[in-house]
């Protein structure tokens, strides 16, 4: 039990369109990362929110977008979808202590993306 | 930048025999370094991790990792391995202290076991 929901579990779509994928953080954390993981390759860091805004972001073009909600949840946009966007999505939650120093990443399961 | 290197991509092992699977890293300085696993269409699942203190981590499922900084790895070992053990292994790595969040993986390591 990770403890981190993501939703949805499979996605399929055609190019050009968008996509909206969501993350529910494990309770208790406030900092959400997202990572994108093409077939045989490691996750590769999108972008990590906090406090509602963006605070870092990976080598991810303008058409990747996220949101945080007051309630900590994430959204993921991607915009006009291409072919090489297919790949499996994953969110972290972040612990952290009230100095800021980072103790614990945990995983969701991930919202695997084909896009046709 | 920081990286992360898994020179083994595939593994096979015989169920029983001991296991180590390599990890070398390069950043400036100590970085907050993991293990995780991952089975098919599944997510990420920590092994162990390491921030400070003994070179030698011991995790879930028996695996255990020692860091050595003079070479730059966190090699993950296991005495003994199990069928269920077969799966995909990445290496991580992120920035020690506050504020630091991305993680940076390698390539990963599948792992095989022959019954």
């Known amino acids: 039990d990770a403890g981190v929901t993501q939703s949805p579990t499979h996605l399929i779509k055609t190019r050009g369109q968008q996509v909206t994928l969501r993350c529910s953080p494990k309770?208790?954390?406030?900092?959400v990362s997202w990572y994108q993981q093409a077939l045989g390759q490691g996750p590769q860091f999108i972008f990590q929110?906090?406090?509602?805004?963006?605070?870092q972001r990976g080598n991810f073009p303008d058409r990747f977008s996220g949101h945080q909600f007051p309630n900590y949840s994430s959204e993921l946009n991607v915009n006009a979808l291409l072919l090489g966007d297919s790949a499996l999505y994953l969110c972290?939650?972040?612990?952290?202590?009230?100095?800021?120093?980072?103790?614990?990443?945990?995983f969701g399961s991930g919202t695997r993306l084909t896009v046709v | 930048a920081q990286s992360v290197t898994q020179p083994d991509i595939h593994i096979t092992v015989s169920e029983g025999a001991s296991l180590e699977l390599r990890c070398n890293y390069s950043y400036g300085a100590t970085p907050y370094l993991f293990w995780y696993v991952q089975s098919p269409g599944q997510g990420l699942q920590l092994l162990l991790k390491?921030?400070?203190?003994?070179?030698l981590v011991q995790g879930i499922k028996g695996f255990e990792a020692e860091f050595k900084r003079s070479q730059s790895s966190f090699n993950l070992r296991k005495p003994s391995v199990h069928w269920s053990d077969a799966a995909e292994y990445f290496c991580?790595?992120?920035?020690?202290?506050?504020?630091?969040?991305?993680?940076?993986f390698g390539k990963g390591t599948k792992l095989s076991v022959i019954p």
């Open positions: 390491y921030f400070s203190g003994d070179t």
């Open positions: 929110y906090y406090e509602e805004e963006e605070r």
């Open positions: 309770s208790g954390h406030d900092t």
């Open positions: 972290a939650s972040i612990a952290q202590g009230e100095n800021g120093w980072v103790y614990g990443y945990t």
């Open positions: 991580a790595v992120a920035p020690s202290g506050a504020g630091s969040y991305q993680l940076t």
